[in-house]
Every structure is written in structure tokens, then in C-alpha cells.
């Protein structure tokens, strides 16, 4: 019987302990992306035994395996479960270094996945790992289940003061994303970090507890804040480039 916790084992049990190679693709020591997702199908009871391809026929495969395609809400964001499967890329065009894929481990956006960028199996925040891969088209499949029709979005939470000004910015240093303006590494613990170099997309910036923050939408349609350097009065106090200065 298909299982997702069985698929989702073979991800973790393999994480941190496998190589990236898209030349030896089959294991046991090394995968590439799509390899992954269909060993993990296959060890889920979804696809049988030997069933392989890239990440371009995942699609198909998918479907005739009953997966469906998880739409978009209304704000045009992915309402992401675990075990949903994700792809990035337009069908018939994300074969390669095209395209990439993954799984969900959680509804807070968290996938696991083989990759380039860490040299292996890890667990990575889609919407960080996402919007350095230049936010690709995404396509995300569920087992037995589709939503058809948009959901309402509820709106972001979004802290009182936001001013409206969109760029980009360039940490100099790792940078905690954050679900509200609170500093209190207790109280808002970290839901993702961005390293030094990666760029930051943000549409509106706050002055609030002691730091200037810029701020965005996420893939998820949750409003997420990061701290960007000190509120000390002036405008180029940052940890980076690319906000006021």
C-alpha cells in the first residue's frame, strides 16, 4: 500500500549521507533530484520497482500514479503540504539543469531534497532556496487530492508602520527571516536564514525594536521580515547592500 512516511524515510534517511551527481544518478552513495523523488516514490509504494526518469517526465509519472495538482489560491501562492511533491520548470522544458524537485516535510514550507547548491540530500526552506534559483515556474502535486477552486486568502499579518519599497538586498552575513518584527530569538525563533551574497527581494521596510527590516510576501503568502542592520537613526547602517545605500 503507497505510503507517504515511507517515501519521505528514504529522503531522511539519506540525508547528509549522499553526494550530488547527475552522472551517478542511481545510487547508493550519490543522486540527483529527480533520481531521488523516484527512489523515494518507488521505496512509498507509488511507482513500481525500476521506474525512473528526469524531472520533466515526473510529471507524467505523477499523474498516471494519482497525483494531482495542488492550484494555487487566490493571490497565486501554493497552500504546500507534507508530502506534496514539488517541481520547478515549464513541462517539456526542465529536463537537466532546467529543472529541479523535491519534497515537503511540513505545511511551513520546509522540503527535502537532493541538490547541487549543498552537495547532497537536505532540508531547506523552499521559498529562501526558491528565490535564489530565480523563482522558477512551480508545479506541486498531492496524492489523491486537488483543490479546484481559490481559496479566499486571508491577509498577511503585517506589522503596524510598513512602509512600502521594493529592491533587493545583499547580506554580508547570515540573516535570520522571521514571521513578525520581534527580535527575541525565544519568542519568533528563526524560520529560515539567508547567507552572505544572497539576494533578498523585498517590497516594504519597517524602523521597529531597535532594527531596520525589510520585508516581503512569501511564496506561502506569509508576510516574512528580516533584519538588516541597526535602528540608530541613520539610513546606511546596514549589514549589506542594497537598502538605502
Same mark, same amino acid.
Not at 517541481?87 to 537537466?96: E, K, L, P, V
Given at each position: 500500500?503507497?505510503?507517504?512516511?515511507?517515501?519521505?524515510?528514504?529522503?531522511?534517511?539519506?540525508?547528509?549521507?549522499?553526494?550530488?551527481?547527475?552522472?551517478?544518478?542511481?545510487? $547508493?552513495?550519490?543522486?540527483?533530484?529527480?533520481?531521488?523523488?523516484?527512489?523515494?516514490?518507488?521505496?512509498?509504494?507509488? /511507482? $513500481?520497482?525500476?521506474? &525512473?526518469?528526469?524531472?520533466?517526465?515526473?510529471?507524467?509519472? /505523477?499523474?498516471?500514479?494519482?497525483?494531482?495538482?495542488?492550484?494555487?489560491?487566490?493571490?497565486?501562492?501554493?497552500?504546500?503540504?507534507?508530502?506534496?511533491?514539488?517541481?520547478?520548470?515549464?513541462?517539456?522544458?526542465?529536463?537537466?539543469?532546467?529543472?529541479?524537485?523535491?519534497?515537503?516535510?511540513?505545511?511551513?514550507?520546509? #522540503?527535502?531534497?537532493?541538490?547541487?547548491?549543498?552537495?547532497? &540530500?537536505?532540508?531547506?526552506?523552499?521559498?529562501? #532556496?526558491?528565490?535564489?534559483?530565480?523563482?522558477?515556474?512551480?508545479?506541486?502535486?498531492?496524492?489523491?487530492? !486537488? &483543490?479546484?477552486?481559490?481559496?479566499?486568502?486571508?491577509?498577511? !499579518?503585517?506589522?503596524?508602520?510598513?512602509? $512600502?519599497?521594493?529592491? #533587493?538586498?545583499?547580506?554580508?552575513?547570515?540573516?535570520?527571516?522571521?514571521?513578525?518584527?520581534?527580535?527575541?530569538?525565544?519568542?519568533? $525563533?528563526?524560520?529560515?536564514?539567508?547567507?552572505?551574497?544572497?539576494?533578498?527581494?523585498?517590497?516594504?521596510? #519597517?524602523?521597529?525594536?531597535?532594527?531596520?527590516? &525589510?520585508?516581503?510576501?512569501?511564496?506561502?503568502?506569509?508576510?516574512?521580515?528580516?533584519?538588516?542592520?541597526?535602528?540608530?537613526?541613520?539610513?546606511?547602517?546596514?549589514?549589506?547592500?542594497?537598502?538605502?545605500?
Amino acid at each position: 500500500m503507497a505510503n507517504l512516511e515511507n517515501m519521505l524515510k528514504w529522503m531522511t534517511d539519506r540525508q547528509g549521507k549522499v553526494s550530488y551527481s547527475m552522472n551517478q544518478r542511481l545510487g $547508493p552513495n550519490s543522486y540527483d533530484c529527480s533520481s531521488a523523488v523516484y527512489l523515494a516514490l518507488i521505496s512509498g509504494g507509488f /511507482l $513500481p520497482q525500476h521506474t &525512473i526518469g528526469n524531472t520533466d517526465s515526473l510529471f507524467g509519472h /505523477l499523474e498516471k500514479a494519482g497525483w494531482k495538482q495542488v492550484a494555487p489560491d487566490a493571490t497565486g501562492n501554493f497552500p504546500a503540504q507534507r508530502g506534496d511533491i514539488f517541481i520547478w520548470g515549464s513541462r517539456g522544458a526542465s529536463s537537466g539543469a532546467a529543472g529541479h524537485t523535491g519534497i515537503f516535510t511540513d505545511n511551513q514550507d520546509t #522540503i527535502i531534497h537532493c541538490n547541487y547548491g549543498y552537495n547532497g &540530500i537536505t532540508s531547506n526552506n523552499h521559498d529562501v #532556496i526558491w528565490t535564489v534559483n530565480g523563482c522558477p515556474p512551480i508545479t506541486i502535486y498531492r496524492y489523491g487530492q !486537488t &483543490i479546484t477552486a481559490p481559496v479566499k486568502p486571508q491577509a498577511p !499579518t503585517q506589522a503596524a508602520g510598513l512602509k $512600502p519599497l521594493s529592491g #533587493i538586498f545583499y547580506p554580508d552575513r547570515t540573516l535570520a527571516v522571521s514571521k513578525d518584527t520581534n527580535p527575541d530569538d525565544q519568542a519568533s $525563533p528563526a524560520l529560515a536564514h539567508y547567507q552572505a551574497g544572497m539576494a533578498i527581494y523585498y517590497d516594504s521596510y #519597517i524602523m521597529a525594536n531597535g532594527y531596520a527590516w &525589510i520585508s516581503y510576501i512569501a511564496a506561502s503568502g506569509a508576510r516574512r521580515y528580516v533584519a538588516v542592520g541597526p535602528d540608530d537613526g541613520q539610513i546606511d547602517t546596514t549589514w549589506g547592500r542594497g537598502f538605502f545605500n
